[in-house]
């Protein structure tokens, strides 16, 4: 079955970077996009941007230009989100997903399905 | 950036009762919308897409409506197992916004 699973729990100092793992299975990685979404404490979804396996091109949110990179590794069908300068705000839980159609399609159907979720925190 | 606003930020209905979640967007984004069902803990869940359609293995009490900027998520007899936080997105472009979500518990 498609499955996607994060690496585990992180805690980090403020102005530190971290990068965070998504490894896919059960599909072909690079047909279908993945999206990185964040979910801070108590708070809504946040997306961040998405990535295309097959190639690397990437879009992200206005918010984390500058400080947030998205890349892959097809040998490994992993993708990784790292992200720098870490602030408290930062603390919050990280999400891989799929989009459910592959590219070739044209489809678009938001994300399904989604990994189980990395937490990172943020503290002195 | 486009908005997603959702409405109520939260509600309390009864076993059996239905009930409907508003998502508006501040620009047309013709059928581009999803919703998604977390509940407390867990992962969020794909439950509808193109604004309408069930995605499999979601129970047909769920539905969606709208089109443009005004959608709708209607649960048609709330049962114990819904009680979650709902949320929308778009996805016709980048970003792909979320709603701030609805709150929905059991009375």
């Known amino acids: 079955q498609v499955q996607l699973v994060q690496s585990g729990a992180e805690v980090k100092k403020p102005g530190a970077s971290v990068k965070v793992s998504c490894k896919a299975s059960?599909?072909?990685?690079?047909?279908?996009?993945l999206h990185w979404v964040r979910q801070a404490p108590g708070q809504g979804l946040e997306w961040m941007g998405i990535?295309?396996?097959?190639?690397?091109?990437?879009t992200y949110a206005q918010k984390f230009q500058g400080r947030v990179t998205m890349t892959r590794d097809t040998s490994t069908s992993t993708a990784y989100l790292e992200l720098s300068s870490l602030i408290s705000d930062d603390t919050a839980v990280y999400y891989c997903?799929?989009?459910?159609?592959?590219?070739?399609?044209?489809?678009?159907?938001?994300?399904?399905?989604w990994g189980q979720g990395t937490l990172v925190t943020v503290s002195s | 950036d486009m908005q997603m606003t959702q409405s109520p930020s939260s509600l309390s209905a009864s076993v059996g009762d239905r009930v409907t979640i508003s998502c508006r967007a501040s620009?047309?984004?013709?059928?581009?919308l999803a919703w998604y069902q977390q509940r407390p803990g867990k992962v969020p869940k794909l439950l509808i897409y193109?604004?309408?359609t069930l995605q499999s293995g979601v129970p047909s009490r769920f539905s969606g409506r709208g089109s443009g900027t005004d959608f709708t998520l209607t649960i048609s007899g709330l049962q114990p197992e819904d009680v979650a936080t709902y949320y929308c997105?778009?996805?016709?472009?980048?970003?792909?916004?979320f709603g701030q979500g609805t709150k929905v518990e059991i009375k």
């Open positions: 997903a799929r989009e459910p159609h592959p590219v070739t399609s044209f489809v678009r159907a938001g994300f399904d399905p």
């Open positions: 059960g599909y072909t990685f690079t047909d279908h996009y």
């Open positions: 990535i295309n396996p097959n190639g690397g091109k990437t």
């Open positions: 620009q047309d984004i013709k059928n581009y």
């Open positions: 193109g604004a309408t």
């Open positions: 997105q778009k996805y016709n472009n980048a970003p792909w916004t």
